[in-house]
């Protein structure tokens, strides 16, 4: 299945969050994506209904299977089309800035032939 972009950005921040501190809420979601907590607000609302996550009784927000996979699946090929591209020259600032972009739009196939190129020449 195939969800949004911007989905995808939310879930693999609230898994990125989730490995810095234990108990992410939506203010922090907002923080660190710069959105208003409004905004976060109304997607965490979505995620729980189409079972992205679950919320506690004091609002922290914890990835479900199908979450953790879409975010697991994001942070992978960030970091690997980020380390593509360091290898080539490109600088870890600018190399993860668009590593971000990529990420959402490489296919499948290229993405795992970058993955095995970088495996046999590293």
Known sequence: MRIKESAENYL?????LSKKTKYVRSIDVANELGFSKASVSVAMKSFREEGYIVTDADGGITLTQKGLSIAER???RHNVIAGALIA???SEETAYVDSCKIEHDISEESFEKI????AKHS
């Open 74 to 76: 994001m942070c992978e």
């Open 115 to 118: 993955k095995e190129f970088l």
């Open 12 to 16: 693999e921040t609230i898994y990125m």
């Open 88 to 90: 080539l020259g490109v």
